[in-house]
């Protein structure tokens, strides 16, 4: 089978693409991956070619009849795991080690990631992603709701588990849908006086430890391009290029 191609956006912004570039690496899928500039002309003609509605991610293989093309992240999530990896992504295991009593754990893991998907709008508008800074924000009544509610999934998840466990025990489809919250929690929290409890700072710092979490930071804070729609807060400092 041909190598799938992941499209993406800069990786200092793109939350979206974090998700399917992180779910496809922790479940050693093999894939290409192509960055665009997001809100420049140089990505239309990527987009037209492969991405309906215009937006990223977007993957790709195959040729002419054979063509596969999958957008939205949660798509791509499900997609991935029906054909292109041996391990369940909503469990962590082996597809061959699944039985009944992995159905709880399943469960959760795919309604917090459609509530990831779908919700939690405070968070969205009042943090978007920005790795490279540290920013103060004056967060409003839904982002800090939302926050609460993170917590409150945190910790149901992490409630008898290890130290440095991911929210199922092995890393899952819900760390990857969750990992642009915690840089978002990095980005914002400390400067805006906001307190998270110790069990989402500990979850917090086993994400940021995950290698593949940390070679994403690493490109991103290569990136040069300010997005002026995805800067939010007073900025306080810049790691990376931006901040020599």
Known sequence: MQKPLLIIGNKNYSSWSLRAWLLLKAFNIDF??????????????????????????????????????????????IHANDYLTNLD??????????????RINSAYCQSIVAEMHSGLMGIRSDMP?????????QPSAACLTDIARVEEIFADCLKNRSKNSYLFGQFTAADAFFAPVVLRLQ????????????????????????P??????????????VIKEDEAGEILSLNGVLGH
């Open 32 to 77: 290409e991956e192509q960055v665009i500039e997001l809100f420049h002309p140089s990505a239309t003609p990527i987009l037209d070619e492969h991405a309906p509605t215009g937006k990223v991610p977007v993957l790709v293989y195959g040729e002419n009849d054979e063509r596969v093309m999958v957008w939205d992240t949660l798509a791509i999530a």
């Open 89 to 102: 992504i909503w469990i962590g295991l082996n597809k061959s080690n699944i039985d009944n009593s992995n």
């Open 129 to 137: 992603m920005n790795i490279r800074a540290t920013a103060r924000i």
């Open 187 to 210: 980005t914002y929290t400390d400067a805006s006086d906001i307190v998270l409890k110790p069990t989402t700072k500990q979850y917090c710092e086993t994400m940021l430890n995950n």
């Open 212 to 225: 593949h979490i940390q070679a994403w930071i690493d490109s991103a804070l290569k990136e040069t391009r």
